[in-house]
């Protein structure tokens, strides 16, 4: 095979991997997405974009089609929180629409794919090269699992503590919206985010530990497991997870990692794909205007980008897995500023 000699080469064709090579190319930068899985790339996933990524999509040039979000709604069988955003609307939409509208913006700017399979990244200090591709710089895009994060020694070993990790799962139902906000439904181990869709869809994504049952979960939920019944499902379930990844740092020399790849606490409060188109932007202005250590410049503002997002994750998180639980829904009923604020802190 001919050698491809780029700028930068992402490794990871999801949606932050599609972003980042859009921002790579309107910057001016050769790219390659090095990518073996078919287009369009699903994912178990809420499916909810927040305002604020709605409006980073836009400026990328990218427009997909959606049900309009207004705001959240959480609830636990007897007590409920809502909040409506003050701005803009978020919009629920189908992951492979997104990955759909980011593949043809992506082609229209002239971005390379490549159909392989990275299995070793060799660094030096003119730039990378992993397989037939020499890049100045590798952004890693390749999502939870990434291969890149180990090969580059960026993961970090799990703590041996007792094991809390969660898992999503994901189905979609034929049935008219009934709502403008994604619900989310709360049980003592699990939640489900209820997200409307675009064309008569609704998309139901449980997030809970190990071997959750999701039609188990969903049947102790009376207000949902009533809404969905008689609805048809429309694809089989898709299931993704451990969800909280660590890493030691998010960057190696000329290896930058994105999105899930540079480490992830949960999908507690939808923010990934904001998160992630974050973490694009960052990395393209790094290696532009960065003098001398693109690596902490990168790691500087990916900290600024994340931090909202990790810390009241990561306190939301920290609630949910303690006796706390049950006072959650009702704290944020009895607390209606405080919850509308954190709404939209994650929002925009």
Known sequence: MTRVDVDVAIVGGGPIGLAAAIEARLAGHSVVVIEPRSFPIDKACGEGLMPGAVAALARLGVHPEGSPIAGFRYSNGTKSAVHRFAGAAGLGVRRTTLHRVLAERADELGVQRLDARVSDVVQDAGGVTVGDVRASWLFA????????????GLERASSGRVDRRRFGLRRHYALERWTDLVEVHWVSDAEAYVTPLAGGLVGVAVLGPPRTDFDGVLARMPELFDRL????SVDSLRGAGPLRQRTTARSANRVLLLGDASGYVDALTGEGIRVGLGHARAAVEAIATASGNVGAA??????RVSRDFRVITSGLLAAAQSPLRPLIVPAASALPAVFGAAVERLAR
């Open 229 to 232: 019944r008689g609805a048809q």
């Open 141 to 152: 895009c390749d999502g939870l699992h990434s291969t890149v994060r180990k090969q580059t």
């Open 298 to 303: 990168y790691d500087r503002e990916w900290a």
